[in-house]
């Protein structure tokens, strides 16, 4: 969502270093992925351990100051998971 400074994010390091591919937010997660974000109602558990090994994790990289500005309805797929703590 671009609403950090990219010298600092841990989201844009684990890029650079090809850890992780970006995704726009209109763009899909793969299959069934579990989606990390701050919006989600459930938190992730080891039920969900078949669909992390198939499927993967997309996380949403947002500032907390403004997580009020994401427009979550804009994110395509996956199951919105909390972390659990």
Same mark, same amino acid.
């Given at each position: 969502?671009?609403?950090?400074? %990219? *010298?600092?994010?841990? !989201? *844009?390091?684990?890029?650079?270093? !090809?850890? $992780?591919?970006?995704?726009?937010?209109?763009?899909?997660? =793969? !299959?069934? %992925? $579990?989606?990390?974000? +701050? #919006? %989600? *109602?459930?938190? /992730?558990?080891? #039920? #969900? =351990? %078949?669909? $992390?090994?198939? #499927?993967? $994790?997309?996380?949403?990289?947002?500032?907390?100051?403004? /997580?009020?500005?994401?427009?979550?309805?804009?994110? *395509?797929? !996956?199951?919105? =998971?909390?972390? +659990?703590?």
């Amino acid at each position: 969502f671009g609403q950090c400074d %990219a *010298k600092r994010c841990t !989201g *844009k390091k684990l890029s650079r270093a !090809g850890w $992780i591919k970006e995704l726009k937010p209109s763009q899909r997660c =793969r !299959g069934r %992925a $579990i989606v990390l974000s +701050p #919006d %989600a *109602k459930q938190s /992730v558990c080891p #039920d #969900d =351990r %078949a669909v $992390i090994q198939q #499927d993967g $994790i997309c996380v949403v990289d947002c500032s907390w100051n403004r /997580v009020d500005d994401v427009c979550f309805t804009t994110l *395509k797929g !996956g199951q919105p =998971r909390l972390l +659990p703590f």
